[in-house]
C-alpha cells in the first residue's frame, strides 16, 4: 500500500471516521420522563448502528484503501471507492433522520432530544461525506496529503562520491531538453573549483545514449499511458510528488511511479525538475 497517494480529502475522510467511532459510544438521546435513568448508546440500538455509525467507518475504509492500493479489486463490477462515497453519503442522509426522530420506536415516556452521541455522529457524517465528494471534484482536496519525499542520494545514472545525479535537488540544472556538456545559460551558477565538462560530440536529440534519469514534478494532476500504447492510462501523476524520468520516447518520457509502475508521459509542459 502507498499512503503517499493519499490526498487531503482522504485526511479529512480519516479524520470523521474517527470522530464517527467516538460518537457511536456516546449517549443517543436525552430525555427528561422516567425511563431514562440508562440511556441507551448506538452499540444498543442495531439499525442505527449498522445504519450511520458502521456504513460510514466502512465507506471510509474502502476509500482509503482503494487510493492506496496500486490496483484496487471491484466488487459487483464497482470501484471500491465508488462504494466507499456512496456509504459516506447514506451515512449523512441516515445520520439526519437519526436526529430528528432520537428515540425512534422506544416508549421512554417524555420528552425526547437528540443526544451527544446523535449530534457529534451527525457532524462527522457530515464531514466524512463532504470529504469523500470534495476529494473527487474539489482541486484543494485533490493534493496530496503528505510532501514529496526527497529523491535518493544517488538516483539512477549518478556514480558513488558524485556531488549529484543529473537534474537531482543541488546539482547544477540544465534547462530540460540540453545536453551534457552544452555551455549554461547566462548567469548559471559555477562553484569555485569546478571543472567545465568536456563539450560532447554531437548526438541526436532524444536519442537513448545521451539521456540521463532524473526526478521531475508534474505542475498539475497528469495521466500515465501503458508502454504499450494502450489508450486507457494505467496511474494518474499527482502534483507534488517526485517521479523518475527513465527514458525518452519521442516527445513524451517514461516514468516510473513511486509504487514502480511504468508508463509514458505524454504531456511533458511545465514540469519541473529536482
Known sequence: MNIRSLTRGDGVVIGAAVLLFIASFLDTFDCSGNNCD?????????SLLLGVYLAGIIGA???????????????????????????????????????FDPAGSLDVGGSV???TGLILGFIAALLLAAGA???????????PLIGA???????YGTQPGAPG?????G????????????????????????????PAAPQQAG???????????????????GEDGAPTPIAELAPGTWYLAVEQRGPGLIAQTQDGRRGILQDTSGIQRG
Open 207 to 225: 536519442g537513448p545514449a545521451d539521456f540521463t534519469p532524473f526526478w521531475f514534478a508534474v505542475p498539475v494532476a497528469r495521466p500515465l499511458y
Open 113 to 115: 432530544d437528540a443526544g
Open 149 to 155: 519525499p526527497k529523491p535518493a542520494a544517488n538516483p
Open 171 to 198: 546539482a547544477q540544472q540544465q534547462p530540460y531538453g540540453a545536453q551534457p556538456g552544452q555551455p549554461q545559460p547566462y548567469g548559471a551558477q559555477q562553484h569555485p573549483g569546478q571543472q567545465q565538462p568536456a
Open 38 to 46: 440508562d440511556v441507551p448508546t448506538a452499540w444498543d440500538n442495531g
Open 61 to 99: 475504509a474502502l476509500i482509503v484503501i482503494s487510493r492506496a492500493l496500486p490496483q484496487p479489486p471491484k466488487v459487483i463490477g464497482f470501484d471500491l471507492g465508488q462504494l466507499g462515497v456512496a456509504l459516506t453519503v447514506f451515512t449523512a442522509w441516515s445520520a439526519l433522520g437519526a436526529i
Open 165 to 169: 545525479g543529473y537534474g537531482y535537488p
Open 133 to 143: 465528494v470534495c476529494s473527487l471534484i474539489v482541486p484543494v482536496f485533490k493534493a
